[in-house]
T-cell receptor, first 110, second 114 residues
Framework: GESVGLHLPTLSVQEGDNSIINCAYSNSASDYFIWYKQESGKGPQFIIDIRSNMDKRQGQRVTVLLNKTVKHLSLQIAATQPGDSAVYFCAENNDYKLSFGAGTTVTVRA | DAGVTQSPTHLIKTRGQQVTLRCSPK?????VSWYQQALGQGPQFIFQ???????QRGNFPDRFSGHQFPNYSSELNVNALLLGDSALYLC?????????????FGSGTRLTVV
């Protein structure tokens, strides 16, 4: 079946280091992917997106990489800050609905 | 510019009861989608409303129903509540023609069924 999943449920990173969060998807027909950040008690917040005709897209301190050959997506956060502590989800958009993975909990150590 | 507003923020219901959750979309958006997020899981798509009709539906039983009003706001109704319905219910709004490019989520309603 179609699914979007993350490789690791938790990630601990030192403040100032770079973070890499991975995601694997199974629907090769997917053409649009989104990374969301969810803080405790809040709804998912848009971070960055990428379409399937792109391999890389950069935002402010964040980069998303898409490898369609192995159906893999990653989110890189540069110079991780305490405010980056949250749960991160990748989501796949198909037929105007989002399919989410289970999420990766990022904890930033001071 | 107000984002997506959901009410109530928290709710406790007894098994077998019925519940109604409400959502006001972001200004300029005409489409509302509902998601259920169990503790420790990613959100699961319930259904989507556009032009006051259900356009898409996920794998949820008929106990879950919804409605969209002319002002684009929406309600989610759940009948015959089960303990397993305890979750965070999220509303996401978007512009139908550009749904690929802009979903905005509310903070959710935390439903606890006892």
């Amino acid at each position: 079946g179609e699914s979007v999943g993350l490789h690791l449920p938790t990630l601990s990173v030192q403040e100032g280091d770079n973070s890499i969060i991975n995601c694997a998807y199974s629907n090769s027909a997917s053409d649009y992917f989104i990374w969301y950040k969810q803080e405790s008690g809040k709804g998912p917040q848009f971070i960055i997106d990428i379409r399937s005709n792109m391999d890389k897209r950069q935002g402010q301190r964040v980069t998303v990489l898409l490898n369609k050959t192995v159906k893999h997506l990653s989110l890189q956060i540069a110079a991780t800050q305490p405010g980056d502590s949250a749960v991160y989800f990748c989501a796949e958009n198909n037929d105007y609905k989002l399919s989410f993975g289970a999420g990766t909990t990022v904890t930033v150590r001071a | 510019d107000a984002g997506v507003t959901q009410s109530p923020t928290h709710l406790i219901k007894t098994r077998g009861q019925q519940v109604t959750l409400r959502c006001s979309p972001k200004s300029g958006h005409d489409t509302v989608s509902w998601y259920q997020q169990a503790l420790g899981q990613g959100p699961q798509f319930i259904f989507q409303y556009y032009e006051e009709e259900e356009r898409q539906r996920g794998n949820f039983p008929d106990r879950f129903s919804g409605h969209q009003f002319p002002n684009y706001s929406s309600e989610l109704n759940v009948n015959a509540l089960l303990l397993g319905d305890s979750a965070l219910y999220l509303c996401a709004s978007s512009l139908f023609e550009g749904a690929q490019y802009g979903y905005t989520f509310g903070s959710g309603t935390r439903l606890t069924v006892v």
